[in-house]
């Protein structure tokens, strides 16, 4: 097709065919992005989901730069020069071509994990699958460069077959030598899958460490506990332990406070002075559920005071140790102006008067 040019170019004949190779296929890669950019694009504007557009802003870099990596193939093939070099140019551009399709499915892996984020994962009730996309995306990565690889592989001779067995014999006894990390790895997916707790909420183990839920990993789950120090527990050690989730089902809680009165008060009067002094509390920090009433129940008689609990409830766990604070503050002060005893610690002796 270049024939026209011998008279005029002479020796530089092939040069100004790759030029003009070159510059064709950046036309016709503009061409071909102007198309998509204006026709196609303007038809997933249309659409509801954001799949399509996701899909297309991920294909138009490929698509340009793909037709340019052909046009730049095809001017190579073309100098005389590199004719001594030709296996090794068709090697290298195997596996430029291998690492460009590597990269274009990695965008729309991307696209569509995109996707699900934003369309699908919000309409969920759990937030298991935002949490399982992160390594979705690293394995479906690690898919794509395995494949790759082999497919090199293959292309310079290697025997696939026998590779493939021997990965497995070598992944078999990888498995055997991380088995700790893939008990790890497993107990996080049963902990995010089963969601005994969630992030936010506020736990205690049965080895006494409890704190607020900050992350939950793949290897370790990490708490805040109430001296703002990180406790870091091995997911395998987290599942098998026993949780209270005082978050689950409502992050309402219940909660009691001991007093007790002498026994020579009216217990009908005291009754009613504390939970007076309850209520008001309640509704003054604006802490507990709507229409909550505290209730007062009496225990036993002890050694110097006739022993009760005041039982309240406040929205969250947290809220519970503010609230003991006033309400015992209130509650002293009123028992104090109504003459209401708290009685002292009393032992009667009698003394034997024998020889």
Known sequence: MFEFLVPYSGIYTEYVAVIIILILSLIIAKIVNFIIKKSVLHITAKTKTVLDDLLLGAITKPIFLGIFLVGIHMSVGMLSVLSVYANEITFAFTVIYAAFVGWFAVRIINAIISWYA???????????????LPIFKKVAYGVVGI?????????MGVEIT???AAM????????????????EFFAGAHIILDRPIKIGDYIELDSGDKGTVVDIGWRSTKIRNYKNNMVVIPNSKLSSSKIINYYSPKEEIGFTVACGVGYGEDLERVEKVTLDVADK?????????????????YQEFGDSNINFKVI?????????FFVKHEFMKELKKRYDKEKIEIAWPIRKVYLHKGK
């Open 281 to 297: 509390v309640l509704k003054r920090l604006d802490v507990a559920p709507e229409g909550f009433k505290s209730i007062m129940r």
């Open 168 to 183: 497995g014999i070598g992944g078999l006894a990888l498995a055997l030598a991380l088995q700790d990390t893939l008990s």
């Open 312 to 320: 309240m409830r406040a929205k969250r766990y947290a809220d519970q």
């Open 147 to 155: 494949i790759i690889i082999l497919w090199l592989l293959g292309q």
């Open 162 to 164: 026998t590779l493939v």
């Open 118 to 132: 934003i369309e699908m994962a919000e309409k969920t009730k759990t937030k298991a699958d935002e949490q399982f």
